[in-house]
């Protein structure tokens, strides 16, 4: 019947109009090939987590392409997350997941980590605050992780909808009370017990503590452990505990409560110190100004006498990065990776080299890093003490003395030394989490990653010197996850006054009993002890034990001055940016882009350049003193972190976990062989060498047989299929020559693999 009636081609007739319509809509067709029904998944509830506002048959959409596939299930928010409930193994990979977050499901986003919220009308986005008139048809939120998560609604009901969207703008907008935390309900309904790590972490809570570093460090002759500020009769800013100089009287402590005394921090090998002080608050008055100067002046008279070294005084107020630079620049760095879905991706691509420089990330982190080697000159080389002074020494204080002490201390290296560390200078140092993370969400302007940059610093170390780290990326990654994760007493309080004040350790009411959280440090809440495994370094190499004559020499190697070579120079084969196979076209053009951004950091002194180019042409010590790469392609984007989510930057079986893989599996075998070895010769292997090839097999276990094995394992999925554009070659001619290919604005090319 069809066959006839005007479909050919004589005639002259002409073909009827096309009549059928479709009352589908494309996301129908386009979701899941099963049937329309929800699976029903179970929300499991923290102690204490109560449930809000739901809604059903919301389509939670893949972060794919612009087709708009997804799955179906439930949207809800408690007064803990936003969870999506559906039975989504039709999109994953399927396989065991291997780095599964007890605590926060793949689906689940804190209400903490929610950054912003964004509704969908006729398709045009628009952030959505307070009280709306009209409800979105679709619902994308963008996390502090950097996820990305999109929901359709326009197949929930109406009631529902308003329900939904209102709760979650509400909860994830709306300023808070300090007693209005998660945190609170979880302490009060969970009776936790974990308020001591399992892991040796020192919490530098007890004088006994401070005395163990003082002894560990070889600081004990200089400087003494003080209670002035015991139940924070001084000041509020302050630890209970803290170290001082020697001949410091506790009245000069109590005098302007706590500011304006040199607190220790952390001493070398050579008897230098690093000190940290808090200045004195700005007077008008000239008879007050004076008291403070004469007051100084007595300070700076105890410490410079001997047994001191000469002080170094460095004022990060007025001399280093502003708060508002480090907010500034990381608002837009963070846009990079805030992808809705592939055509975006590629779309930002075409520019993406030109707005990661403009953002000025990565030139902080090479910053910090610069003043982090120069203060390590003066400690290590010259023998100085060191003064770092800040309003209040708690944010570029904490950045600046944790990261000399990764890069010159081998324990802050280690796990358990790197833990330390943060209790010590930011947690016991009275960094503001509460504030820079906003968690109360008070003031936006607060607001600023100190403590994310100096992960993202330490992150740098880690990549250069892997052997050297204890601890892996996805340690430090997890870690930078928890700043959100409001069950843990770690990061959600501005000072150890204000924790123990709230959590009732302060009360006097002795019948009701304080409440308890426990620390971050305790990894056995979020993750199972197969998944930790993967923050350990299977690569680490371990401080071998020296016998007794050769603990007498120096530990380290290096004492000369110290400089940054921030100008072009050249470098050893070994360590150039470009192969020697590289064609020549693509070198002369990534060159001149790159010397711009090595040329535009500021000089040092010509007197330090030959420390650091002297350290650098030496063997590393992974047990001595690191100085980190400064030079503008060595300072990279810590692609783990911020590029987990987006497929398409994913390497299916490839990047360093691929490298890892076959490491480890040289390793096993090279063990094996031993052990054969050892058997045939009737040896007894050491217990030292037998722990350590448990730990090691572990890991390659992991690697091996992981379903979500790429370039950003542990946490990406495999990468799915999308559509890169390609600029055939035959259009190079028309882009110009290499002067006028440098000088451009980043266009997309495909160089190869440099």
């Known amino acids: 019947?069809?066959?006839?009636?005007?479909?050919?081609?004589?005639?002259?007739?002409?073909?009827?109009?096309?009549?059928?319509?479709?009352?589908?809509?494309?996301?129908?067709?386009?979701?899941?090939?099963?049937?329309?029904?929800?699976?029903?998944?179970?929300?499991?509830?923290?102690?204490?987590?109560?449930?809000?506002c739901e809604a059903s048959t919301v389509l939670k959409y893949v972060q794919e392409d612009s087709c708009q596939r997804g799955v179906y299930g439930r949207l809800v928010c408690t007064d803990f997350k936003i969870a999506f409930l559906g039975d989504d193994s039709g999109l994953e990979n399927g396989g065991e997941t291997q780095?599964?977050?007890?605590?926060?499901?793949?689906?689940?986003?804190?209400?903490?980590?929610?950054?912003?919220?964004?509704?969908?009308?006729?398709?045009?986005?628009?952030?959505?605050?307070?009280?709306?008139?009209?409800?979105?048809?679709?619902?994308?939120?963008?996390?502090?992780?950097?996820?990305?998560?999109?929901?359709?609604?326009?197949?929930?009901?109406?009631?529902?909808?308003?329900?939904?969207?209102?709760g979650i703008i509400h909860h994830t907008q709306s300023p808070l009370l300090l007693k209005r935390l998660f945190l609170f309900s979880y302490a009060a309904a969970a009776h936790?017990?974990?308020?001591?790590?399992?892991?040796?972490?020192?919490?530098?809570?007890?004088?006994?503590?401070?005395?163990?570093?003082?002894?560990?460090?070889?600081?004990?002759?200089?400087?003494?452990?003080?209670?002035?500020?015991?139940?924070?009769?001084?000041?509020?800013?302050?630890?209970a505990y803290f170290v001082v100089p020697t001949p410091l009287l506790e009245e000069d402590v109590q005098r302007f409560q706590g500011h304006g005394i040199p607190i220790w921090c952390w001493s070398c090998h050579n008897g230098s110190a690093l000190l940290k002080m808090s200045a004195l608050p700005k007077e008008q008055d000239d008879g007050a100004l004076q008291v403070q100067k004469n007051f100084l002046d007595g300070i700076y008279k105890t410490i410079h006498r001997p047994p001191y070294e000469i002080v170094k005084t460095e004022d990060l107020s007025s001399n280093f990065l502003s708060l508002q630079e480090i907010q500034n620049a990381y608002s837009k760095f963070k846009q990079l990776f805030l992808i809705d879905n592939s055509t975006e991706f590629w779309d930002t691509d075409i520019k993406w080299f030109s707005h990661l420089e403009s953002s000025s990330w990565l030139d902080i982190i090479r910053r910090c890093l610069k003043k982090a080697?120069?203060?390590?000159?003066?400690?290590?080389?010259?023998?100085?003490?060191?003064?770092?002074?800040?309003?209040?020494?708690?944010?570029?204080?904490?950045?600046?003395?944790?990261?000399?002490?990764?890069?010159?201390?081998?324990?802050?290296?280690?796990?358990?030394?790197?833990?330390?560390?943060i209790q010590k200078e930011w947690v016991m140092g009275c960094h503001s989490f509460l504030d820079r993370c906003n968690h109360l969400r008070q003031n936006d302007k607060e607001e600023v990653p100190v403590f994310l940059l100096f992960l993202d610093c330490v992150w740098q170390l880690v990549q250069q010197y892997p052997p050297a780290f204890e601890f892996t990326e996805t340690f430090l990654t997890v870690l930078s996850d928890s700043l959100y994760i409001p069950i843990f007493s770690?990061?959600?309080?501005?000072?150890?006054?204000?924790?123990?004040?709230?959590?009732?350790?302060?009360?006097?009411?002795?019948?009701?009993?304080?409440?308890?959280?426990?620390?971050?440090?305790?990894?056995?809440?979020?993750?199972?002890?197969k998944a930790q495994t993967l923050l350990r370094n299977p690569l680490y190499v371990e401080k071998p034990k020296l016998d007794k004559s050769q603990r007498?020499?120096?530990?380290?190697?290096?004492?000369?001055?110290?400089?940054?070579?921030?100008?072009?120079?050249?470098?050893?084969?070994?360590?150039?940016?470009?192969?020697?196979?590289?064609?020549?076209?693509?070198?002369?053009?990534?060159?001149?882009?790159?010397?711009?951004?090595?040329?535009?950091?500021?000089?040092?002194?010509?007197?330090?350049?030959?420390?650091?180019?002297?350290w650098h042409s030496k063997p590393t010590d992974y047990h001595g003193l690191l100085l980190p790469h400064i030079e503008g392609p060595e300072i990279k984007v810590w692609a783990q972190r911020y590029l987990r989510w987006i497929p398409e930057a994913q390497i299916l079986g490839g990047g360093k976990v691929a490298t890892m893989s076959k490491l480890l599996e040289m390793m096993e075998e090279v063990q094996s062989l031993q052990e054969k070895i050892d058997a045939k010769h009737h040896k007894q292997e050491a217990v030292h060498t037998q722990v350590q090839a448990q730990a090691q097999a572990q890991a390659p276990c992991l690697l091996r047989n992981s379903a979500r094995l790429s370039s950003l394992f542990p946490f990406a999925l495999l990468p799915r299929q999308s559509s890169k554009p390609v600029i055939p070659t035959s259009g190079w001619k028309a882009l110009g020559g290499e002067d006028d290919l440098a000088k451009r604005e980043d266009e997309f090319v495909d160089l190869g693999d440099v």
Not at 393 to 414: E, F, I, W
């Open 552 to 614: 007498k020499g120096p530990r380290f190697k290096h004492q000369r001055q110290l400089s940054l070579p921030l100008t072009q120079s050249k470098s050893s084969p070994k360590r150039g940016f470009f192969r020697e196979e590289t064609d020549h076209l693509i070198k002369n053009i990534l060159g001149k882009r790159i010397s711009k951004l090595i040329n535009s950091s500021d000089e040092l002194q010509d007197n330090s350049r030959e420390f650091y180019d002297n």
């Open 490 to 529: 770690t990061f959600f309080f501005n000072s150890p006054h204000q924790k123990d004040t709230n959590m009732g350790r302060e009360s006097l009411d002795t019948q009701s009993k304080p409440l308890t959280l426990p620390t971050v440090w305790d990894w056995s809440v979020q993750f199972e002890p």
């Open 99 to 166: 780095f599964k977050n007890k605590i926060v499901g793949e689906n689940d986003v804190p209400l903490h980590c929610v950054d912003q919220i964004y509704g969908v009308f006729d398709e045009k986005k628009k952030p959505l605050f307070g009280q709306l008139k009209k409800y979105p048809e679709k619902l994308v939120i963008h996390c502090k992780d950097l996820r990305v998560l999109h929901f359709c609604l326009r197949y929930t009901k109406e009631e529902e909808v308003k329900r939904i969207v209102s």
């Open 373 to 421: 080697i120069e203060i390590t000159e003066y400690l290590e080389a010259q023998s100085m003490n060191v003064l770092l002074v800040e309003e209040n020494a708690s944010d570029l204080c904490c950045l600046l003395s944790s990261l000399v002490q990764v890069m010159m201390d081998p324990h802050c290296r280690t796990r358990t030394g790197f833990q330390s560390l």
């Open 192 to 239: 936790s017990t974990a308020s001591v790590p399992r892991n040796h972490t020192v919490m530098f809570d007890t004088p006994k503590d401070w005395c163990w570093e003082l002894e560990r460090t070889k600081g004990s002759v200089k400087y003494r452990t003080v209670s002035v500020n015991d139940g924070y009769r001084v000041c509020d800013r302050l630890p």
């Open 1 to 52: 019947m069809l066959g006839k009636g005007g479909v050919g081609g004589g005639g002259g007739t002409k073909a009827p109009k096309p009549s059928f319509v479709s009352y589908v809509r494309p996301e129908e067709i386009h979701t899941n090939e099963k049937e329309v029904t929800e699976k029903e998944v179970t929300l499991h509830l923290l102690p204490g987590e109560e449930l809000l």
